[in-house]
């Protein structure tokens, strides 16, 4: 099963990405947390992802491909996998279809989860106060940044998918449970 997630930041995907791997034995690939890692590792690239997410900006979108394909040809990606935070262009859509193509495989699902973006920022305030580890991107200025960045450019893969008959959407307004009672209903379909 190889299905991406897609909603704006703080819409849940994470959070649903988690369940689907617990629930079907596949592997999530959140290049936010891969980008995190090489922030967090100090490596050359990790250093120039830090400055980049901090602007509330994109990773370019050679580095994320690449990261992407070497991440997939990975063993534990045998079963399938969940793209979390990728594509976010319609260019890395194209990118991630002939990447696919050239290795035999291709996309199961595209699942929108459809939030108020305004009840987001109450999201993101949340889980930065609750959370152990708070991310330098969770903060109202970010989230206001990182929003216009996803109206501006990934919002436009609501259409593109929706055009190739791979889009699903689910109300990611309702309760955690309720949200992965409606993927996995989409699921039982693909």
Known sequence: MRLILLGPPGAGKGTQ??????????VQLSTG???RAAVAAETEVGLKVKDVLTRGELV??????????????QADCAKGFI???FPRTIAQADALGE????????LDAVV????????????IETRARESAEVRSDDNAESLKKRLAVYNEQTAPLIQYYGE????????????????????????STV
């Open 33 to 35: 947390d891969m980008l």
């Open 164 to 187: 190739r008959n791979m889009l699903m959407t689910v109300d990611g307004m309702k309760s955690v449970d309720e949200v992965a009672a409606e993927i996995d209903t989409i699921l």
């Open 112 to 123: 929108q989860l459809k939030v108020d973006e305004g009840i987001l920022l109450e999201r």
């Open 60 to 73: 370019s979108d050679d580095l994320i491909c690449s990261i992407i394909s070497d991440r997939i040809d």
């Open 83 to 85: 793209l979390d935070g």
């Open 17 to 26: 990405a988690g369940r689907l791997v617990a629930a079907h034995g596949i």
């Open 99 to 106: 990447l696919l193509e050239k290795k035999n495989q291709r």
